[in-house]
């Protein structure tokens, strides 16, 4: 069962994970991205979104933004101390905590996201493809979702509507967009290993069926 959603924004930063410090986007959605978008309009443990092309629609541009951010977490240590009787502090003082970075980030942006779902295991048994369509459809057509999906970082919301047209007119832009992210392997909880593939840019089309994915 297929789906096709239209997203744009002002916004959006798809961070490459080799950049440590300063955020810099990948030129296009990532399919994790577009996956979780999905998510956040309809999620359920008897499907899984398969995320097939991304058609970019607006020309990419970017632009230099600066963005407040902490600059630490939660200590995992004071947590345990606190569930053992300590005192240690459970917040972070962002007025303590805050710096300034920058980013590099997308603006204007605009895609369709084409996708299907597959069953999963955990599905009920009145579960089925047909209920599950319906359900997306409508979900799109009403503007609901569970959160608000975003663009890569939470304060780039997107907004979204289900694509009804046929044809979907996108750049007129090819180009090698090198390794990209794909996704993160969580089967050993203990090494979480990101997942890349080579991408490329398709006449304003990001092609995601048959990658090979490298970790």
Request: net charge neutral.
């Amino acid at each position: 069962m297929s789906v096709k959603v239209e997203v744009w924004g002002d916004y959006a930063c798809f961070s490459r994970p080799e950049m440590k410090v300063e955020r810099v986007s990948y030129d296009v959605m990532t399919p994790s991205a577009a996956r979780g978008i999905l998510d956040a309009v309809f999620w359920h443990p008897g499907l899984k979104w398969v995320i097939d092309e991304i058609y970019v629609l607006s020309p990419i541009g970017m632009t230099n933004i600066k963005r407040n951010e902490v600059k630490c977490k939660i200590s995992g240590s004071n947590v345990k101390s606190v569930m053992t009787g300590g005192r240690s502090a459970l917040y972070l003082s962002t007025s303590d905590e805050i710096q300034q970075r920058s980013a590099l980030v997308l603006q204007n942006v605009h895609y369709v996201i084409c996708a299907h779902f597959e069953m999963t295991e955990n599905a009920a048994k009145s579960d089925n493809p047909g209920k599950f369509q319906d359900i997306v459809k409508r979900r799109l057509r009403r503007g609901q979702c569970y959160h608000q999906p975003y663009l890569g970082c939470r304060e780039f919301s997107a907004a979204f509507r289900e694509w009804q047209e046929e044809e979907i007119p996108s750049i007129n832009e090819t180009r090698d967009l090198g390794y990209m992210l794909w996704d993160l392997d969580y089967h050993d909880k203990a090494n979480i290993r990101p997942q890349f593939f080579r991408a490329k840019l398709d006449r304003g089309v990001l092609h995601l069926k048959d990658c090979e994915i490298v970790s």
